[in-house]
T-cell receptor, first 113, second 111 residues
Framework: GDSVTQMEGPVTLSEEAFLTINCTYT??????LFWYVQYPGEGLQLLLK?????DKGSNKGFEATYRKETTSFHLEKGSVQVSDSAVYFC????????????FGGGTRVLVKP | DTAVSQTPKYLVTQMGNDKSIKCEQN?????MYWYKQDSKKFLKIMFS???????INETVPNRFSPKSPDKAHLNLHINSLELGDSAVYFC??????????FGQGTRLTVV
């Protein structure tokens, strides 16, 4: 079945540091890929997505590129802020699977001033 | 206006009780979901409905029964609650393309 693996946290960074969160996936078909963010005490929000190979999703300074050859969708941000402290989830969705989201285990990011 | 709203936000109850969580979306989406997030933040699909029809039931105990009276509502009823049911339950909706809008979550604590 489908699965998503992402690096375990917590990841602790100083403000303005570069952030990378690794994500790899296993899927039977051609999934869409997503990054969701969960701020403390809140639900998940879609951060960015990519629907086909070589697509780059971007939002709020975050970027991720759909790499079919390495089955990866790593999240990057060039200069993090304290407000980026959250849990980040990589996920995939396949239409044939009812469009459900299959999530990775989440990576907690803590940005210190 | 809240896009996906679920009530209650917190629910503390004793083992063996029956409880319900309600969810409503005002986005006009056809598909709604219930996800469970455990204490380690791991998220897993429970159910999916499309236009009031059950699409996905991911090996959830039959003590959990979703009900969708219309495509804007998806409620979750849980019978005979167990300690292991303690978790955060998220309702979500989507147009069917995978990207979903999530509610704020309901933190269920069974004591």
């Amino acid at each position: 079945g489908d699965s998503v693996t992402q690096m375990e946290g917590p990841v602790t960074l100083s403000e303005e540091a570069f952030l990378t969160i690794n994500c790899t996936y296993t899927a039977t078909g051609y999934p869409s890929l997503f990054w969701y963010v969960q701020y403390p005490g809140e639900g998940l929000q879609l951060l960015l997505k990519a629907t086909k190979a070589d697509d780059k999703g971007s939002n709020k300074g975050f970027e991720a590129t759909y790499r079919k050859e390495t089955t990866s969708f790593h999240l990057e941000k060039g200069s993090v802020q304290v407000s980026d402290s959250a849990v980040y989830f990589c996920a995939l969705s396949e239409g044939a699977a009812g469009n459900k989201l299959t999530f990775g285990g989440g990576t907690r990011v803590l940005v210190k001033p | 206006d809240t896009a996906v709203s679920q009530t209650p936000k917190y629910l503390v109850t004793q083992m063996g009780n029956d409880k319900s969580i309600k969810c409503e979306q005002n986005l006009g989406h056809d598909t709604m979901y219930w996800y469970k997030q455990d204490s380690k933040k791991f998220l897993k699909i429970m159910f999916s409905y499309n236009n009031k029809e059950l699409i996905i039931n991911e090996t959830v105990p039959n003590r959990f029964s979703p009900k969708s009276p219309d495509k804007a509502h998806l409620n979750l009823h849980i019978n005979s609650l167990e300690l292991g049911d303690s978790a955060v339950y998220f309702c979500a909706s989507s147009l069917g393309a995978g990207d979903a809008f999530f509610g704020q979550g309901t933190r269920l604590t069974v004591v």
